[in-house]
């Protein structure tokens, strides 16, 4: 995954409990916009840069996402939204809804962003989009099972 350049810019920021906060960046353009994650424990970096390229948004879209996780860390969900979104949710494997913080529209990329922390030990099932209370969009999110310390 590339590393936030020069032109990055902290588009959303928040906090996950047991000391941990996270920064959203992004920098690029329409066809290759980079979002990436940066969480911190106190002021030491537990994770630098973790996120997704591409598109701004797909074709016929309002919304892209991603979803992962680090060790002892939990699963983080991130999306890039039409500004026409006003709300984005997770739902996690144990029917647990998530609201994500979500930025005001970004005139520099035309876009909105949003992230959240998941509870712990839950995992993404899925991510919708709405608009006054109406679904956009509804995308399924799978994350394969996790790695146990010393097992491939």
């Known amino acids: 995954m590339p590393q936030p350049s020069d032109d990055a810019v902290e588009v959303l920021s928040g906090s996950a409990g047991a000391g941990l906060r996270w920064v959203v960046v992004a ?3 329409d ?4 979002t990436l994650l940066r969480v911190y424990r106190g002021e030491r970096v537990v994770v630098a840069g973790s996120g997704f390229g591409g ?4 074709p016929g879209s ?41 930025s005001p529209p970004v005139a520099r990329f035309g876009l909105r962003f949003a992230a959240a922390a998941l ?3 839950e995992q993404p099932a899925g991510l919708r989009a709405e608009r ?9 999110q799978r994350m394969p099972p996790a790695r146990r310390p010393g097992r491939p």
């Open 119 to 121: 509870p712990d030990g």
């Open 62 to 102: 309002v919304l892209t996402e991603w979803r992962g996780r680090t060790d002892d860390l939990p699963c983080f969900v991130m999306a890039r939204t039409s500004p026409s979104v006003d709300r984005v949710v997770a739902t996690t494997d144990r029917g647990t809804e998530v609201t994500l913080a979500l």
């Open 132 to 140: 006054q209370g109406a679904v956009l969009e509804s995308v399924p």
């Open 55 to 58: 598109p701004a948004l797909p």
């Open 31 to 34: 066809e290759d916009l980079y």
């Open 27 to 29: 920098h690029g353009g």
